[in-house]
């Protein structure tokens, strides 16, 4: 793993060890953003929201990726905002897509520095997340939520900003999905897939999840449905994708370029993926919250899919940010409802299975240390080929 030699070389060390008191400050503060309530000596089944460390960990976050000038991507979007204009022939170039092209141009119409621009959008997207984790922050666990962020997606925002802005609106639309608030999460993933078009993938899955609970209503159908329409999405899925590029004008046409490349996750989202099945599993047999259990299924399923396409379509292995609900919402929740078991869970079946049957502590343990692995092999991939193993400050 290439992450340890860059932890032990001297020309990466600083970076790195830079890279990872982000990663453990912003746990921290999301740590002290939720105290147990102590009352005569004992703890209650309950926390207390403290704002001020919240918001210290969006400011933390905030201060490293707005005013950085890393990334292997950033002076493409240095020129693009440059040449942004309020024209409509300018928005409507088959280069970048629409809505991503519109805020830049608005954007450059009232600032002239691209830094700051930039900066704008990118404040944009960690906001969205934080906002997500707020509509959240009674039922999850935040540090843990804020941890896989980081972990996996944060120094990704670096250099892949449309990605990063269309994952936030997606994040924060499947929050308000669950929620039960449908039209502002349709509305939020329309507007993701007018960012960057791989958020075409999030739409799908949120009309997927439609019909899941149409064919819920005709009771045992759903299951057949099921069998039959995850191996054809993953047996077919190439194959339609590589329809629209080549033959519709619903993707920008610059995608046809990037249908070779293969993607850097690959197999090893089974991997990634095999705790929250196993989760899945336990929480099935005794969680009590079943409408969480729908909305995990649905996004894990749709994540897992697509990770499996993009195995084949590099261009798509970002599109797993779409997908993180399982990651920094539900194993957030279900740890959250673990410190509060007699709310979420059947006690009688609770106790049956020895691995998860652990203890809240020793559980967000495990949880830490996923983290740290998912950390250890982003890091590893993009160091260089994102180039973000020079961090710069945009004044420097």
């Not at 004992?42 to 918001?55: A, L, N, R, S, V």
């Not at 690959?266 to 409408?291: D, T, W």
Request: aromatic letters at 20%; one cysteine or more; hydrophobic letters at 50%.
């Amino acid at each position: 793993m290439e992450y340890f030699y860059y932890l032990l070389h001297s020309d990466t060390f600083g970076v790195i060890s830079l890279y990872n008191s982000i990663l453990l400050f912003s746990f921290l503060f999301g740590s002290f953003s939720q105290t147990k309530i102590t009352h005569c000596g004992t703890i209650k089944h309950d926390y207390k929201f403290k704002p001020i460390f919240f918001y210290t960990a969006f400011f933390l976050l905030w201060f490293f990726l707005v005013f950085n000038k890393t990334g292997s991507d950033l002076q493409q979007y240095i020129y693009s905002y440059n040449s942004s204009s309020i024209d409509i022939n300018w928005v409507l170039e088959d280069k970048v897509e629409i809505g991503f092209k519109f805020l830049n141009a608005v954007l450059h119409n009232v600032i002239t520095d691209p830094y700051v621009g930039i900066g704008v959008i990118k404040t944009i997207s960690l906001f969205l997340f934080f906002l997500s984790l707020y509509n959240m922050k009674d039922d999850i666990d935040i540090s843990i939520a804020i941890l896989f962020y980081v972990a996996v997606f944060y120094f990704h925002g670096f250099s892949a900003i449309r990605s990063t802005l269309a994952g936030s609106l997606c994040i924060l639309s499947s929050v308000l999905l669950y929620k039960g608030k449908t039209v502002k999460a349709l509305m939020l993933s329309l507007i993701a897939f007018t960012v960057h078009s791989s958020a075409l993938l999030f739409v799908i899955a949120l009309f997927g999840f439609g019909l899941y609970r149409l064919f819920r209503i005709l009771g045992r159908i759903r299951k057949y449905f099921i069998t039959v329409s995850i191996p054809l999405i993953i047996l077919l899925g190439t194959t339609v994708i590589n329809y629209f590029i080549h033959n519709t004008a619903l993707l920008p046409s610059r995608y046809s370029n990037f249908m070779s490349e293969n993607s850097s996750f690959g197999i090893g989202q089974l991997v990634y993926y095999l705790p929250v099945f196993i989760l899945i599993i336990y929480a099935n047999k005794c969680f009590i919250n079943r409408r969480i259990l729908e909305h995990n299924f649905l996004w894990t399923i749709s994540g897992f899919v697509v990770a499996i396409i993009g195995y084949e379509l590099g261009m798509i292995s970002r599109a797993s940010i779409y997908f993180c609900f399982p990651f920094v919402i539900f194993i957030p929740f279900y740890l959250r409802a673990k410190a509060e078991s007699t709310r979420c869970f059947d006690q009688k079946k609770n106790n049956s299975v020895l691995i998860l049957g652990l203890k809240y502590s020793h559980l967000r343990t495990v949880c830490f240390l996923y983290c740290l692995f998912r950390y250890f092999f982003t890091i590893s991939g993009i160091f260089y080929s994102s180039a973000i193993y020079e961090f710069r400050f945009i004044w420097q």
